[in-house]
């Protein structure tokens, strides 16, 4: 009788787990990232094309189906996939509209000396295409590591980056964090400005930005404080101008670690998601929790999330991939109360340059891009 309740109790957890599926992107695409609108539909940016000079591409899908690749840039190959970090990043603002930001290539007009242009457009009103990219750094340069791009539905666009004033001395001592913002659904934007008050950030890393429910503009992004303090950092803006600054993953190496991180929204707040020290961390951001270190199996990189209507959230990231080398796709499931649910993360790779994006379907299973 014993073992029929523990075989009955088994079966039951394995049944409560929602379904995870590996999706694979179109057009042998890379860097996926994605967000959903208010009916399930999921929309989509990623790279397909040259390492050095390639192309951004926009597809939807919904009902296990993909809509036809639209091309975003116009300026071809206007972006680059070496580094895996420097890939386009996509928001829904007013009305649903699509902005797209990512980090130009020497073909989109960078240089070795100047670094790359940080680039954004936007989906025409009537969904037939973008605009022309454009560059928004007006007065900083020696950008390196991605950008972001965070909406709200008032018509906000916030396109957040890393690089260092104009004239100043080389180094990641004098980079910080800035960001451009509009205010008319990203008709015009304001010339960027400082966000960070640290001095310092790693030059070839990523970062994130993310608005959350309430309107506030969150930023994850890795310090470079005295070239060895490499903290996952969280920046915290309001629409009044504030901003609030903490260490969430301190990390003291020597070296660039070509790292990002993810958002997602929850019924308790916002949830971030980093890597330090080869570990995957996931944290409610803004509270007085501590985060959650991922079981580790390998080399955690590239976090994603994604949460469903039950407050489950998917957790999932590349396992020991680095320059030119690829790796493999891991996930695991988290229960609300922040529990792991038992699942299987299967051992499909993640191509060289690349990384996985994750969503949940209406129905509260997962798909993850890749």
């Keep these: 009788m014993k073992a029929i309740l523990l075989a009955l109790l088994f079966s039951v957890t394995l049944t409560a787990a929602p379904k995870v599926s590996l999706v694979n992107l179109p057009m042998h695409g890379k860097q996926p990232q994605v967000v959903t609108d208010a009916k399930g539909v999921a929309h989509i940016v990623f790279l397909s094309g040259k390492e050095r000079a390639t192309d951004v591409y926009y597809v939807t899908r919904s009902n296990g189906k993909f809509s036809k ?16 970090i420097r890939g386009p990043h996509i928001a829904l603002g007013k009305y649903g509209r699509v902005h797209i930001a990512w980090n130009g290539s020497q073909a989109g007009g960078g240089s070795p000396h100047h670094g790359s242009p940080m680039f954004y457009t936007r989906m025409y009103i009537d969904g037939s295409g973008f605009e022309k990219e454009r560059n928004l750094m007006t007065w900083t340069t020696a950008l390196d590591g991605g950008g972001s791009v965070a909406a709200d539905g008032k018509g906000n666009v916030y396109v957040v980056w890393h690089a260092a004033p104009k004239d100043s001395p080389k180094g990641e001592n004098v980079r910080g964090v800035f960001v451009a913002t509009s205010t008319d659904g990203g008709k015009t934007f304001a010339k960027e400005k400082t966000i960070s008050t640290k001095k310092g950030t790693c030059g070839c890393c990523g970062l994130k930005s993310f608005v959350d429910a309430e309107g506030k503009l969150y ?20 629409e009044s101008g504030k901003v609030n600054e903490k260490i969430v993953g301190p990390w003291r190496i020597g070296q660039c670690v070509m790292s990002s991180a993810a958002f997602v929204q929850t019924h308790n707040g916002v949830l971030g998601a980093w890597e330090t020290e080869g570990n995957i961390f996931v944290g409610q951001l803004g509270g007085k ?21 039950a407050g489950e959230v998917l957790v999932t990231w590349s396992e020991n991939t680095g320059w030119k080398k690829a790796g493999r796709l891991a996930f695991e499931v988290l229960a609300k109360d922040g529990q792991r649910i038992p699942t299987h993360s299967g051992q499909q790779s993640v191509p060289v340059w690349s990384l996985t994006a994750a969503y949940a379907l209406p129905d509260g299973s997962f798909e993850i891009l890749h």
């Design 219 to 238: 930023t994850l992004y890795r310090g470079a404080q005295k070239f060895v303090n490499r903290d996952m950092t969280l920046l915290i803006g309001s």
């Design 289 to 309: 929790t501590e985060p959650t270190k991922i079981a580790k199996h390998a080399r955690q990189r590239h976090p994603a999330l994604a949460v469903n209507k």
């Design 69 to 84: 690749p639209m091309k975003v840039n116009q300026i071809a190959g206007s972006a680059v996939a070496v580094g895996t």
